[in-house]
């Protein structure tokens, strides 16, 4: 089995920053890439930022410029630097991880928990 393990989120005043993490853990062969996505009422889950095994990162529009991705390769730990948050930053958001499994061939896809981002104005 394969565990995600978010933490850091909460809640922050509009031009704020918050630091999202996520731990990996479990039987992981390798791990393909990992994003973060996000999730308000009303809103479909919309990717906010993935990062893949060679290090090549992606951005929703509405990002870019104010979030920074990034993974800690030896803990299976993907972080969210998002800086100068706006009231339309908050969603829950969520981990997640495509891999491939130590037991079984073939690729995975994992989300984490969820957690929730909450912007004041």
């Known amino acids: 089995q394969v565990q995600l393990v978010q933490s850091g989120g909460g809640l922050v005043q509009a031009g704020g920053s918050l630091r999202l993490s996520c731990a990996a853990s479990?039987?992981?062969?390798?791990?393909?890439?990992m994003g973060w996505y996000r999730q308000a009422p009303g809103n479909q889950r919309e990717l906010v930022a993935r990062?893949?095994?060679?290090?090549?990162?992606r951005y929703a529009d509405s990002v870019k410029g104010r979030s920074t991705i990034s993974r800690e390769y030896a803990k299976n730990t993907v972080f969210l630097q998002m800086d100068s948050l706006k009231p339309e930053d908050t969603a829950v958001y969520y981990c997640?991880?495509?891999?491939?499994?130590?037991?079984?061939?073939?690729?995975?896809?994992?989300w984490g928990q969820g957690t929730q981002v909450t912007v004041s104005s």
């Open positions: 997640n991880v495509l891999l491939k499994g130590s037991v079984l061939s073939g690729l995975y896809q994992y």
């Open positions: 479990g039987s992981i062969f390798s791990i393909n890439a």
């Open positions: 990062i893949t095994s060679d290090g090549s990162t």
